[in-house]
């Protein structure tokens, strides 16, 4: 604990290592906590002294007996706000043991609930759906957030998933988009590795790093999870469902087109599904498809069956072959997502969008 606490006070990184069974999960939690709680005060009797310039609230606690924050005359600006704490392994089943740990100490974050969204078999489609609905203020549990979110026995309580997921279906609340609202507001978060090392991930939760404590435990385990993130794996299969969803693109269209000549007078009255994209357009996407399918299937691997390895330029040569570059990235992506997109919102069909979803993260 008290090198938790050097680390702390010196703003330095630590590697802490303790055997099995020896209590570090309760001294990490604990001997941060209670610095940040230290802190808060330190600064709180540093800004009473200002304001009673100079004179001593509590004289048998005098102002030096805070240590360097409220005694200094330059606050460093990492002082000025209290900084949160996050708290990642790799685990949420890690997480939840930890979380209950903490509950029991005197220091007292897939979450859809809409039952619309749940029914959705693939967890694109549910991503896809809970966005277009969230977009045009059609989920009755995202348009609770905002008021219940400020709600005392949500924002002093300490939550895991399943809490959440509970507090959510009791407030009729998503319970996604509450954890969201409550990290602002809280002191210490828990979070699996992955949330916290992949750049996506970090921006799609808006994670700010900077001026915080980062607790990783269990850290040997980081570094495989960094190549891990690193790395991507395309099989045939994903190419062959790729160019299939994007085929299921070109059929509908080209008959909505048809559709369109043929009720042009009645044009007006015509409903189009909204794919901003022409058919030429969508054409160049299974083109690129299918000239990546070829570049890969003209690597020429050993016949001993090892594989091949190459140097880390070597993906964006073979990328290239099939006109995917970084100059070209954007205007892929924005297509994708478009087709994507529209895929999900087509009723009464269903397409295999995995293989396209494959392809546009690993673009990104």
């Not at 990783?216 to 980081?222: G, R």
Request: charged share 25%; hydrophobic share 35%.
């Amino acid at each position: 604990m008290s090198k938790v606490l050097e680390c702390l006070q010196k703003q330095v990184n630590g590697i802490l290592e303790s055997p099995t069974g020896t209590g570090k999960t309760l001294c990490l939690l604990c001997a941060t906590l209670a610095w940040r709680e230290h802190l808060k005060d330190a600064i709180s009797a540093k800004k009473i002294s200002q304001q009673l310039n100079g004179a001593e609230l509590f004289p048998d606690q005098p102002l030096s007996s805070w240590g360097n924050v409220a005694t200094n005359g330059d606050v460093p600006a990492y002082y000025t706000d209290i900084p949160k704490i996050i708290y990642a392994s790799r685990t949420h089943s890690q997480l939840t043991q930890v979380i209950n740990e903490l509950k029991s100490t005197v220091y007292r974050e897939q979450l859809c609930i809409h039952p619309e969204v749940k029914k959705q078999e693939s967890n694109y489609l549910q991503i896809h759906l809970c966005r277009m609905k969230v977009a045009t203020r059609s989920c009755y549990f995202y348009n609770n957030v905002e008021e219940k979110s400020t709600e005392k026995d949500l924002l002093s309580s300490i939550l895991d998933i399943e809490d959440l997921v509970r507090n959510g279906n009791k407030h009729r609340v998503c319970p996604y988009y509450l954890s969201r609202n409550l990290k602002q507001q809280a002191d210490i978060i828990f979070m699996p590795y992955n949330y916290l090392l992949d750049p996506k991930s970090r921006r799609a939760h808006n994670l700010d790093l900077r001026g915080t404590v980062v607790i990783l435990d269990e850290a040997h385990n980081v570094e495989r999870l960094c190549e891990e993130l690193a790395s991507f794996d395309l099989t045939p299969y994903d190419l062959a469902s790729a160019i299939d969803a994007v085929n299921v693109v070109l059929e509908k269209q080209a008959k909505e087109v048809q559709q369109s000549e043929i009720n042009s007078e009645f044009s007006a009255d015509y409903d189009r599904t909204g794919l901003n994209m022409t058919l030429e357009d969508i054409a160049k996407i299974k083109r690129i498809l299918l000239e990546l399918e070829d570049a890969i299937e003209a690597v020429e691997l050993p016949p001993s069956g090892n594989g091949v390895t190459k140097d880390g330029g070597y993906i964006f040569d073979l990328f290239a072959k099939a006109q995917i570059t970084f100059q070209t990235q954007n205007s892929l992506l924005e297509a994708l997502e478009q087709i994507l997109q529209y895929l999900a919102g087509c009723p009464g069909i269903f397409t295999n969008t995995a293989g396209l979803h494959k392809f546009a993260d690993i673009i990104q």
